[in-house]
């Protein structure tokens, strides 16, 4: 399971890259969204291996480590507020300029 | 400890004045005074903490929750801490002041004062607060309204803009994140203190060094440091100028915090590291900056770029490392908000004259003729930029070069004190463009400008700390002792 997740976050995160890396702006906020996802699961694993039990339960065994989870919460939350932020710049850039290739939105260059 | 609330109240007003400032969206005038009521207020209040914190000579810590020091969220008050915040939020009360005066449309939306005023909140929040996965929410938060802001500016390629900065920073984000992650894995603890000692009683984590170059790279982008400038820039040039002002006097402030804590207290023995590549990138962000600013077309890209020049002076500084190079580095930064801020606003104020708000140079040329006033400001900036004396910026340049000397660092001097040139070039070359040389025929000022209210009160302070500039070095002084001794914020956040 613990490789599982190792090479899970080693795709998610080369996959990223790999999008982030394209002409395409649709396709390059995509890559950041899942490179944010790798980051998310890589914290998540921080502490989920530590122990069996759930963080609340009463169960004797030792118990997972709760505070990987609340951050990862964290994050996920700002994260989905971060992503919406940017497909509504990306909307507002597409209508303007209707294109979705990176090298035509150049207004800057002027 | 008692005094507990000084540390809170800077974080807390901002936000609670943001939440209801939302409800006067109607009333226009009255959000923008309540904003800058509510921005004073903090600002007395951090300056309360500043000279309490001074005063005593020990840092005053809030256990968030009251749960004891590793386990909950700490806010430590700590004397760079509330320097920091209180340099932010004078620039944060300036900036308001300058939106108040300001024409833009963008000052009209009922968000604006909000979103600044939220700003203030992930500025002081990042520097008052103990607990580095905090430290990333407040980065996020002052990210998404500096983005956001930015995005409504009258500027047409304001969105465009904020997409440059808001896509690298949030990568930027990510990694700082990634960076939690690999310091939780190995150390137990978000706390900064109680990471700090671990680390120094374990520096051998395997993924401590990845931790370190993710923490170093994040800051850089957040500080726009040289090779990960690019989006600076643009988003000067485009944010509404009262925003601009903001982020390139006190938001790029929020990595070179990150440096001087990651060299001071996270990891002091893997500092030597650390510093050497802070001289590396400072000295290519002077030079690439310096030329830049020369060859730029655009007043605001011009400070920009400036800003690139300055934030590496200030990275030499913590590069060099001693006491006195901290002091020096400690007087730059402040000195250097106060400049930049109100070169911003002035170019700002030029720029609001012409018909699309453009300060490229093609459009301001020649406009400054008929505002002497302004133009006597801008050189007085532009000569507290390059150090001449009687302004701030000679002392921070000669508190630069004093400990360069003393840290016997000659070759990255030699190519700080050449560089410096530059600083005047590029200064005079604007104030010539834009207040000495003749306007083109068919240009004429076409709109009513900016009120100058801020940029005066700035330039007043430039002058009044070149004059009288001990209390500064003194609290600068007092700063970089505390810094020297990591264990001093160690023993005060964790109470052993």
């Given at each position: 399971m613990q490789l599982l997740t190792a090479i899970t976050i080693g795709a998610l995160f080369g996959i990223g890259v790999f999008q982030l890396l394209r002409r395409n702006i649709l396709r390059s906020a995509i890559g950041l969204i899942i490179i944010g996802n790798a980051v998310n699961l890589f914290l998540l694993s921080t502490g989920v291996y530590e122990g069996a039990a759930a963080a609340y339960s009463t169960a004797t065994e030792q118990r997972s480590d709760a505070l990987p989870q609340a951050l990862v919460l964290t994050a996920i939350v700002i994260g989905m507020g971060a992503v919406a932020f940017v497909l509504a710049l990306l909307i507002v850039i597409s209508t303007r300029y209707h294109t979705a290739d990176m090298d035509e939105v150049d207004e800057l260059k002027h | 400890m008692m005094d507990t609330y000084l540390v809170t109240l800077p974080i807390l007003i901002p936000f609670a004045a943001a939440a209801l400032g939302l409800l006067l969206r109607n009333k226009h005038t009255l959000q923008g005074l309540w904003s800058l009521g509510a921005a004073l207020v903090s600002f007395a209040i951090t300056g309360v903490l500043l000279w309490r914190v001074w005063q005593a000579g020990e840092a005053i810590v809030f256990q968030g929750g009251a749960w004891p020091a590793p386990f909950g969220i700490s806010l430590v008050g700590d004397l760079l801490g509330a320097f920091m915040s209180f340099m932010a939020q004078l620039i944060l009360v300036m900036g308001i002041i300058y939106a108040l005066g300001s024409r833009d449309?963008?000052?009209?939306?009922?968000t604006f004062y909000p979103l600044v005023l939220m700003m203030g909140v992930g500025l002081t929040g990042v520097m008052l607060t103990g607990d580095i996965f905090n430290m990333y929410v407040f980065i996020e938060l002052l990210l998404v309204s500096g983005a956001v802001l930015t995005a409504i500016s009258?500027?047409?390629?304001g969105p465009e803009a904020a997409y440059k900065y808001f896509y690298l920073s949030l990568l930027a984000s990510w990694f700082l994140l990634f960076a939690i992650g690999s310091l939780y894995v190995e150390y137990?603890?978000?706390?900064m203190a109680d990471l700090a000692a671990r680390v120094a009683a374990e520096p051998n984590a395997p993924l401590l060094p990845v931790a370190i170059v993710l923490l170093f790279a994040a800051f850089m982008v957040k500080s726009a440091v040289f090779p990960f400038h690019f989006w600076q820039p643009d988003l000067y040039m485009a944010a509404p100028t009262a925003v601009a002002a903001i982020l390139s006097a006190a938001v790029s402030k929020v990595g070179v915090y990150g440096f001087l804590r990651m060299t001071t207290l996270l990891f002091v023995e893997q500092a030597d590291m650390i510093r050497t590549a802070l001289i590396v990138f400072g000295i290519l962000g002077i030079l690439y900056g310096g030329f830049s600013a020369i060859g730029t077309k655009n007043a605001k890209r011009m400070l920009a770029y400036s800003s690139m020049a300055q934030i590496g002076f200030i990275l030499v500084a913590i590069g060099w490392g001693t006491t006195g190079a901290l002091v020096a580095a400690l007087v730059f930064i402040f000195n250097h908000a106060l400049i930049k801020s109100a070169l911003m606003m002035l170019t700002g104020v030029v720029a609001s004259h012409t018909e699309n708000r453009s300060a490229a140079f093609r459009s301001v040329t020649g406009l400054g003729r008929s505002m002497p006033y302004a133009g006597g400001l801008f050189l007085l900036g532009g000569l507290a930029l390059s150090g001449?004396?009687?302004?701030n910026g000679f002392f921070s340049k000669m508190l630069l070069f004093g400990s360069g000397i003393a840290a016997e660092e000659y070759v990255s001097l030699a190519i700080v004190g050449v560089a410096s040139v530059l600083t005047l070039v590029y200064t005079t070359t604007a104030f010539m463009r834009i207040w000495w040389q003749a306007p083109e025929a068919d240009k004429s000022a076409s709109r009513l400008p900016d009120r100058i209210q801020a940029p005066t009160l700035l330039i007043a302070l430039v002058l009044a700390l070149g004059i009288w500039a001990e209390p500064l070095i003194a609290l600068a002084q007092a700063t970089a002792n505390w810094l020297g001794d990591p264990t001093l914020y160690i023993s005060a956040v964790l109470g052993a």
């Amino acid at each position: 399971m613990q490789l599982l997740t190792a090479i899970t976050i080693g795709a998610l995160f080369g996959i990223g890259v790999f999008q982030l890396l394209r002409r395409n702006i649709l396709r390059s906020a995509i890559g950041l969204i899942i490179i944010g996802n790798a980051v998310n699961l890589f914290l998540l694993s921080t502490g989920v291996y530590e122990g069996a039990a759930a963080a609340y339960s009463t169960a004797t065994e030792q118990r997972s480590d709760a505070l990987p989870q609340a951050l990862v919460l964290t994050a996920i939350v700002i994260g989905m507020g971060a992503v919406a932020f940017v497909l509504a710049l990306l909307i507002v850039i597409s209508t303007r300029y209707h294109t979705a290739d990176m090298d035509e939105v150049d207004e800057l260059k002027h | 400890m008692m005094d507990t609330y000084l540390v809170t109240l800077p974080i807390l007003i901002p936000f609670a004045a943001a939440a209801l400032g939302l409800l006067l969206r109607n009333k226009h005038t009255l959000q923008g005074l309540w904003s800058l009521g509510a921005a004073l207020v903090s600002f007395a209040i951090t300056g309360v903490l500043l000279w309490r914190v001074w005063q005593a000579g020990e840092a005053i810590v809030f256990q968030g929750g009251a749960w004891p020091a590793p386990f909950g969220i700490s806010l430590v008050g700590d004397l760079l801490g509330a320097f920091m915040s209180f340099m932010a939020q004078l620039i944060l009360v300036m900036g308001i002041i300058y939106a108040l005066g300001s024409r833009d449309e963008t000052i009209g939306y009922p968000t604006f004062y909000p979103l600044v005023l939220m700003m203030g909140v992930g500025l002081t929040g990042v520097m008052l607060t103990g607990d580095i996965f905090n430290m990333y929410v407040f980065i996020e938060l002052l990210l998404v309204s500096g983005a956001v802001l930015t995005a409504i500016s009258d500027n047409r390629s304001g969105p465009e803009a904020a997409y440059k900065y808001f896509y690298l920073s949030l990568l930027a984000s990510w990694f700082l994140l990634f960076a939690i992650g690999s310091l939780y894995v190995e150390y137990g603890t978000l706390n900064m203190a109680d990471l700090a000692a671990r680390v120094a009683a374990e520096p051998n984590a395997p993924l401590l060094p990845v931790a370190i170059v993710l923490l170093f790279a994040a800051f850089m982008v957040k500080s726009a440091v040289f090779p990960f400038h690019f989006w600076q820039p643009d988003l000067y040039m485009a944010a509404p100028t009262a925003v601009a002002a903001i982020l390139s006097a006190a938001v790029s402030k929020v990595g070179v915090y990150g440096f001087l804590r990651m060299t001071t207290l996270l990891f002091v023995e893997q500092a030597d590291m650390i510093r050497t590549a802070l001289i590396v990138f400072g000295i290519l962000g002077i030079l690439y900056g310096g030329f830049s600013a020369i060859g730029t077309k655009n007043a605001k890209r011009m400070l920009a770029y400036s800003s690139m020049a300055q934030i590496g002076f200030i990275l030499v500084a913590i590069g060099w490392g001693t006491t006195g190079a901290l002091v020096a580095a400690l007087v730059f930064i402040f000195n250097h908000a106060l400049i930049k801020s109100a070169l911003m606003m002035l170019t700002g104020v030029v720029a609001s004259h012409t018909e699309n708000r453009s300060a490229a140079f093609r459009s301001v040329t020649g406009l400054g003729r008929s505002m002497p006033y302004a133009g006597g400001l801008f050189l007085l900036g532009g000569l507290a930029l390059s150090g001449i004396p009687p302004t701030n910026g000679f002392f921070s340049k000669m508190l630069l070069f004093g400990s360069g000397i003393a840290a016997e660092e000659y070759v990255s001097l030699a190519i700080v004190g050449v560089a410096s040139v530059l600083t005047l070039v590029y200064t005079t070359t604007a104030f010539m463009r834009i207040w000495w040389q003749a306007p083109e025929a068919d240009k004429s000022a076409s709109r009513l400008p900016d009120r100058i209210q801020a940029p005066t009160l700035l330039i007043a302070l430039v002058l009044a700390l070149g004059i009288w500039a001990e209390p500064l070095i003194a609290l600068a002084q007092a700063t970089a002792n505390w810094l020297g001794d990591p264990t001093l914020y160690i023993s005060a956040v964790l109470g052993a």
